[in-house]
């Protein structure tokens, strides 16, 4: 008890320390909440970015595997195309077998293939440079598809081919501005769809991809009654075949090798013959950008971490200075029995104060930025950052203030005194 005591008196002796010098606190503390602001505006600026690349990505899915014609590389300087351009494009015979082929029967194993340029019209208003997407029953289980208004396709729409949609909400506003779109009809490529469903708004992207506020899906079935579906090597939208993993899959590498001998063999190839198909995963964006952003976050960090070196500095000469005027008291204080750890406390908690304040007004700046409206890349402060700001601020602080103390708790009492 007596050492809480004498702890919680050195808390009290730091604190009023810093009151009875207000300005030179408040000097004193700029730097380390330049260096804060400095490390948690850039982790908060990367973090926003990724997380947004990561949204914009969400269309590929999520521990999905997709069958297509050419693999996904990004660490090749020169990228074989030609190697893969006389391939055979995944068809919808291989979706059926691979469907009926799988061990587990309760995996979404989707088919869809898109066709841009598209006008659409439905009264007097009208559309152009619209996707249409032709998707099988289980698509909504291997992409992100919300439905924000309506409902999905049920399974005899998808195996009868109907001439029934689920729009993008730009789609909706703009063919239906004065009503609710469902129910409603429009036409494309000389068909007549009916609305049943609009997928909820993404509004605008970082990056340029594929969007669901333009876009119209249709049941793959009516998709190929408009266009023409690419057999072989000849001509015609490409399918593409999807797989989602279950949340239990590790890296997907037992559906990986499950799939490639299901292709190998629905593609009769011998055992020596190369996989003449790609089995592309969506980890491969996901890593991509996990070491692009931990590069940049790296970089920004020791950018800050300048910023932060010379507040620490500034700390530890105050904390001198502090020492220096009040090594009379000290030595009274150690003379009525004062404890060594008692005096180190003190200095040492007051360049901790120091250093929290300042940390705690450079993560409210940062704050404050993420109160500025941004369509395009909106900031938020995340609670990891404000903890990684706020313990920084106390390593900080105890570098800075742990040899002043040192100092300050041996000195001999005698000669404190009579220091002037």
């Known amino acids: 008890m007596k050492a809480l005591r004498l702890t919680l008196e050195s808390f009290r002796f730091a604190w009023q320390a810093l009151k009875a010098?207000?300005?030179?606190?408040?000097l004193s503390l700029l730097g380390v909440t330049v260096g804060i602001f400095a490390i948690i505006a850039v982790f908060t600026v990367v973090d926003s970015l990724e997380a947004n690349v990561r949204q914009s990505m969400s269309f590929v899915g999520d521990k999905v595997i997709y069958v297509m014609k050419m693999p996904w590389t990004f660490d090749q300087p020169d990228y074989p195309w030609w190697k893969y351009f006389g391939r055979p494009v995944p068809t919808v015979r291989e979706y059926n077998d691979l469907r009926k082929s799988l061990s587990d029967n309760?995996?979404?194993?989707?088919?869809?293939?898109?066709?841009?340029?598209?006008?659409?019209?439905?009264?007097?208003?009208?559309?152009e440079s619209i996707a249409l997407q032709g998707v099988s029953y289980d698509f909504r289980k291997v992409s992100d598809l919300p439905i924000a208004e309506g409902r999905y396709f049920t399974q005899r729409e998808v195996e009868s081919a109907r001439n029934v949609a689920i729009i993008g909400a730009d789609i909706a506003s703009n063919l239906f501005p004065n009503s609710?779109?469902?129910?409603?009809?429009?036409?494309?490529?000389?068909?007549?769809?009916?609305?049943?469903?609009?997928?909820?708004?993404?509004?605008?992207?970082?990056?340029?991809?594929?969007s669901n506020d333009n876009n119209v899906v249709i049941p793959f079935g009516a998709f190929t009654k408009i266009f023409t579906l690419s057999t072989g090597n000849g001509f015609g939208i490409t399918p593409t075949i999807a797989v989602k993993g279950r949340e239990e899959d590790e890296g997907l590498l037992d559906l990986e090798s499950e799939m490639r001998?299901?292709?190998?063999?629905?593609?009769?190839l011998r055992p020596r013959e190369e996989d003449n198909f790609a089995l592309n995963r969506p980890e491969m964006f996901a890593n991509l950008i996990g070491k692009l952003f931990s590069i940049i976050g790296v970089a920004g960090a020791i950018i800050g971490s300048f910023a932060m070196l010379v507040g620490g500095f500034g700390i530890a000469n105050i904390m001198f200075v502090s020492v220096k005027e009040r090594t009379n008291i000290i030595g009274i204080q150690k003379s009525l029995g004062a404890k060594n750890y008692f005096?180190?406390?003190?200095?040492?908690?007051?360049?901790?104060?120091?250093?929290?304040?300042?940390?705690?007004?450079?993560?409210f700046l940062v704050w404050l930025?993420?109160?500025?409206?941004?369509?395009?890349?909106?900031?938020?402060l995340s609670w990891s950052n404000i903890s990684l700001g706020l313990t920084v601020?106390?390593?900080?602080?105890?570098?800075?203030?742990?040899?002043?103390?040192?100092?300050?708790?041996?000195?001999?009492p005698v000669i404190a005194i009579r220091a002037k």
């Open 106 to 127: 309760n995996r979404g194993v989707a088919v869809f293939a898109s066709a841009g340029g598209n006008t659409l019209r439905a009264g007097n208003n009208s559309m």
């Open 343 to 363: 005096v180190l406390f003190q200095f040492l908690f007051e360049a901790v104060f120091l250093c929290l304040l300042g940390g705690a007004a450079g993560i």
């Open 369 to 380: 930025i993420t109160l500025i409206p941004q369509e395009t890349l909106p900031l938020l």
């Open 21 to 26: 010098n207000l300005l030179r606190t408040i």
């Open 261 to 268: 001998g299901l292709m190998r063999n629905i593609r009769s």
């Open 393 to 412: 601020s106390v390593v900080i602080g105890v570098l800075a203030g742990i040899i002043p103390a040192v100092l300050a708790a041996n000195l001999d």
């Open 180 to 210: 609710t779109a469902i129910g409603r009809e429009f036409k494309a490529k000389g068909q007549r769809f009916t609305v049943i469903g609009v997928v909820q708004k993404e509004g605008k992207k970082l990056i340029d991809t594929p």
